[in-house]
């Protein structure tokens, strides 16, 4: 395997380690109540959409920001359902979406959850670890998992090699960044569209082989999980398409959304969402975006349903959240029903194009907590044509080897389909780390 290195920092959208430099507050945890609105701080907007059916029981928040959590250390990041970043007088906390404050606003950046190991990351500098270890438990009595302290991260990233033209799939760590060819089985995760980065292949330097490219730069594409390119044109950054119709790109230090020939479908007009470099992807079909500091919610065929007209405005796929001149009030928009499952989480058995002889999985792989796993038998680990020994044999995975698990069948445990060297097969889970 060999070892790369990259010119640039990635975006948090594609790699983000759990830090442990810092912890929150410096009190012990105690319920925050929500301050009063004053006539200084009041937000004057419009009245919420016509469409838009309240959320009934719902309390009106105070907060001058909000926006859903994310759960890193995955590729792609993903709204932690039913729970929300929260902002007032510049300090963050958590919110369930009944309205119910779980940690008070007291952090310097947005909280979110890993997907390591579910926990919590809400950083602040300035608390020991005994007032750390409160708020944990306070987490725990609430029936939330704990606040996480600390750990490496990891992730992968996309990129188009500009001499050789290829694509590749390059998971990095702290250490080093290992490259793997794309898949049909990585569009049942990602689907057939991919944010990704023209790089380029650079002998010397010191190292053997290493690619270089600037995520801060012009060299952000979008690719085919084919390896192909979906047009020539580059952006500063991309985003995500997953199954929907519009993905962002942004040029010039605005975003628009294109469809899924590269086309732009809005102007070039949108701000920054979700911190510095990046814009929401769509869920459920609409998107949350920010024009002129104002916000509103774009629809698959990029109308804004919902005019950018407003002081705040979040959208995780059911709930919208708007605030208006008295604060932020919770909604329910059109028929998406809460997401329990998020793109990106695990594979998509119904795009699944196995042999007719070949027997399908009934029960996707979560990829949550640990998308690849290795394979351990020394002598190999043999590729079945169904989950059994009694199978034809198809091939043999050498030790060592990374392979994405697809999904189990609920009448043969013990085995997963996997894609490798060009096939489906499956394989024995008892010679997998990680699984």
């Not at 390591?116 to 007032?131: A, K, L, P, R, S």
């Not at 010397?204 to 390119?229: E, H, K, M, V």
Request: one cysteine or more; glycine letters at 10%.
């Amino acid at each position: 395997m060999k070892i790369h290195r990259f010119s640039a920092c990635l975006l948090v959208l594609l790699f983000c380690g759990c830090t442990a430099d810092s912890v929150a507050g410096s009190t012990a945890p105690t319920p925050s109540p929500a301050a009063a609105q004053t006539a200084e701080n009041a937000a004057v907007s419009p009245q919420a959409p016509a469409d838009a059916v309240p959320v009934s029981g719902a309390p009106v928040r105070p907060y001058d920001e909000m926006q859903f959590c994310r759960i890193v250390d995955t590729v792609p990041d993903r709204p932690s359902g039913g729970y929300w970043a929260v902002s007032q007088d510049g300090k963050w906390g958590l919110m369930r979406n009944n309205g119910a404050e779980l940690l008070p606003c007291q952090a310097d950046a947005p909280p979110y959850r890993c997907a390591i190991n579910q926990q919590w990351h809400w950083e602040v500098t300035g608390m020991d670890w005994d007032i750390f270890d409160q708020y944990s438990a306070q987490m725990v009595r609430a029936g939330e998992q704990p606040l996480c302290g600390g750990h490496g991260g990891n992730s992968l990233v996309f990129l188009w090699e500009n001499t050789r033209r290829q694509a590749l799939e390059c998971g990095l760590s702290e250490a080093s960044c290992l490259e793997y060819p794309l898949s049909p089985a990585d569009a049942l995760v990602y689907g057939d569209i991919l944010p990704a980065y023209r790089a380029d292949y650079v002998d010397g330097n010191g190292d053997p082989d290493y690619y270089s490219f600037d995520s801060q730069g012009n060299d952000a594409i979008f690719l085919r999980i084919d390896g192909t390119l979906l047009t020539d044109d580059s952006y500063q950054s991309v985003g995500w398409f997953f199954d929907e119709a519009l993905a962002p790109a942004k040029r010039d230090g605005k975003w628009a959304y294109l469809d899924r020939t590269g086309q732009p479908v809005t102007d070039f007009v949108y701000d920054d969402a979700m911190g510095e470099n990046q814009a929401n992807p769509f869920y459920s079909g609409y998107a949350a975006v920010c024009r002129d500091g104002r916000w509103g919610l774009l629809d698959s065929t990029g109308a804004e349903c919902i005019p950018c007209e407003y002081d705040g405005l979040c959208w995780d796929g059911a709930y919208l959240w708007i605030r208006l001149e008295d604060g932020w009030h919770c909604y329910r928009w059109g028929s998406a029903e809460p997401l329990t499952e998020w793109p990106g989480d695990h594979a998509d058995l119904s795009k699944l194009n196995l042999p007719a002889e070949m027997p399908a999985p009934d029960t996707p792989r979560s990829v949550g907590q640990i998308r690849y796993c290795y394979t351990t038998a020394q002598s190999g680990l043999i590729l079945r044509s169904g989950p059994g020994t009694n199978y034809e044999r198809l091939d043999l995975l050498p030790e060592n080897t990374r392979i994405l698990p697809i999904g189990t069948l609920s009448t043969a445990p013990g085995w997963v389909l996997t894609w490798y060297n060009g096939q489906y097969g499956w394989i024995s889970t008892d010679y997998l780390f990680s699984f």
